[in-house]
């Protein structure tokens, strides 16, 4: 990972260490936010810390770095750690929302500016990307994830890190990135947060670390282990996981930190006796630093001392810590260079978080073409919602500095671009997302029946969602639904906007409004892309990154499933509401269905629509037969036949038939933005070199099998077009 110019640097220092300080390094302590406190000063001095998290106050982490700089005996520098998950000042789309774009160079122009937002505060470290795959919209921090598919989080998570890092991890913008949560975080069962998982070396293998391991290979510079158990082995102390797979098989040599307090709770998991036994197994299953709990400190030289850890693997995670730091060019210029950076929210930063907005929002239903609304025919339309105007709620979870003030609400965008020539009534008609109190819905009835249109602006607050913030329903909160019905019933055209940190189950909602865009929780600039992409100034182009459920019942539910051996299909399905009286057991067919609800998603992966109507044809493939280090040539043509320029997001996907073990039904392999204006038509080329057809098998190696393959092209996982070969 490191050049030896940096490992020798790193030995050379290591040598000149007291054992005080080279257990220091493995500290990381909490800031005390917005001041110094003389103990915190003390332990910086006398060298306990090798990181301090959540200071941001400019002036704070300049005076802890020259405490660690100058007045130190080694003056070795600090690293500082924050949580810049989706901007800093700038708050771009939820990282869930990003993925919707499906657009690493987006991605990571957002990391950059993070990443340059962050540095002019000397925050150098933020503990993201978090690429945990997960399938359960009940998790509260499917709201931070980059979906449900590990190619996609992969490539995301890849530009994430090359947006924070940039191509030279010392410059005064580039900020270390750290790939979390390792690993399994996302299967938490019950989608309860901190709950415990259990997936099998075959899901692990081919599901949970593709991410970790592809980030590993682009230089993600640090990683987090997660809080969960794994398999009844807490990941902070798994050594499987952290020294047999990411040290030993994978080489990684990027230093690991625990999550918050991780290591310590170990004893609460009932893993470990005490803080003695948690610093052991964290420690020799190769974490490197704390982050904030005191077992390391407190334990470590204890258990060199009784010879159960060696002065070797002390010395090696400090190389890490040290290694870092050197990378990052701490030790030349350990202070925030603020003058060589570009302004906070500057005009440019808040056309980015634009273009994401505008890139983040999936058009999920517009029967009738009612978007985008004309303007030039709009006499009034009126705005309901609690989530319209409210530019703290919008910006969503994991948002320590980003603030309210700077936000462009969907109300103040709407208002900007249509009057005076149409007028716009604003009724809030619930105090927040959950509120049950109804006496404004009267209202927002009248104001709806005077409208040409109304715009509901419904979902979840920011904090409905993200760190521990699960549900065990995913309907829309409180009387929404009701609110809902009650503008339907008006007869004048809805057109619903959800605000959210999560796919919600919206089944009984839609027939009931005419058009459906779904805005995530869209940051700084959301007001102003809802806006756009409503009044037809752009065309959505997202497309979704996690499967909509129907039901919460559903869930997990997502496109890569398992075929099975008693598959349900249009002709075996029937619902419960139409078996005949007394239907004798075996009458009925026998398929993995739920009898209450429809085997199908609500919305499926990959699932977004435009303003325009697209026609896939003519499917080419290079050859019908490769063979494992060949490269596959596909070929088709994507028509716009419609009246609106569009971007399109094409999808390739595979289904290995047999394997030695058994496969999904569909796996996504490729994907390109493709922009065409209206009437044009383009050439498509994908390249799927077959070695990206590996998978762990049964004998948990990894290795692409022969045999026959089908493919699909399209416009999302239920696609367009399909072909075979084989791999021989
Ligand atoms: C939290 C989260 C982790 C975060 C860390 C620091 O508990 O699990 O993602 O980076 O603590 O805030």
Known sequence: ????????????????????????????????????????????????????????????????????????????????????????????????????????????????????????????????????????????????????????????????????????????????????????????????????TDISEHNLRNLYLPPFNALAEVGAATMMTAFNDLNGVPASGNSWLLKQVLRDEWGYEGMVVSDWASIEQMQLHGFTENGKESAFEAFNASVDMEMVSPTYRNELEGLLKEGRIQPKQLDAAVVRILSLKLAMGLFEQPYAQPEKLPELVCEEHRQLAKEAALKSCVLLKNQNQTLPLDEDSLNSITVIGPLANDGYEQLGTWVFDGKEEDSITSLQAIRDALEPSCRVNFVKALATSRSKDDREFQQAVEAAKAADAALLFLGEEAILSGEAHCRAELNLPGAQER???????????????????????????????????????????????????????????????????????????????????????????????????????????????????????????????????LSYQDLQLSRSKLSRDETLIITAELSNLGSFDCEEIVQLYVRDRVGSVTRPVKELKGFQRIALAKGETKQLLFELPIADLAFYGRDLKQRVEPGQFALWLGSSSEPELQSSFEVV
Not at 502 to 529: F, I, N, Q
């Open 483 to 613: 609110l809902i019905e009650e503008i339907a019933a008006t007869g004048t055209p809805v057109i619903l906007i959800i605000l959210a940190g999560r796919p919600l189950t919206l089944e009984s909602v839609l027939p009931k409004v005419d058009a459906l865009l779904y805005a995530w929780h869209p940051g700084t600039m959301g007001g102003a892309a809802i806006a756009d992409l409503l009044l037809g100034k752009a065309s959505p182009s997202g497309k979704l990154p996690i499967t909509f459920p129907r039901k919460v019942g559903q869930i997990p539910i997502y496109y890569g499933q398992k075929h099975g051996g008693k598959p349900v299909t249009p002709e075996n399905y029937v619902h419960m509401d139409n078996f005949e009286a007394r239907a004798p057991q075996t009458s009925l067919g026998m398929a993995a269905m739920h009898m209450d609800t429809h085997y199908t998603p609500l919305f499926p992966f990959g699932f977004g629509l435009s303003y325009t109507t």
């Open 1 to 196: 990972m490191y050049d030896s110019a940096i490992t020798d640097r790193a030995n050379q220092l290591l040598s000149r260490m007291t054992l005080a300080e080279k257990l220091g390094q493995l500290n990381q302590l909490s800031g005390n936010y917005g001041q110094v406190s003389d103990a915190l000063a003390e332990q910086i001095r006398t060298g306990q810390a090798g990181s301090i998290i959540n200071e941001v106050e400019p002036g704070i982490v300049k005076k802890l770095q020259q405490l660690a700089v100058e007045e130190s005996r080694l003056g070795i520098p600090l690293l500082f750690g924050r949580d810049v998950i989706h901007g800093f000042r700038t708050i771009f789309p939820l990282p869930l929302a990003q993925a919707c774009s499906w657009s690493p160079e987006l991605v990571e122009k957002c990391a950059r500016v993070s990443a340059n937002e962050a540095a002019t505060t000397g925050v150098n470290w933020t503990f993201a990307p978090m690429i945990d795959i997960t399938r359960d919209p009940r998790w509260g921090r499917v709201a931070e994830c980059l979906g449900e598919d590990p190619w996609l989080c992969a490539k995301l998570g890849e530009a994430m890190v090359k947006g924070f890092q940039s191509n030279d991890l010392s410059s005064p913008g580039a900020i270390a990135a750290c790939a979390k949560h390792f690993a399994g975080y996302g299967a938490s069962e019950s989608g309860r947060d901190y709950n415990t």
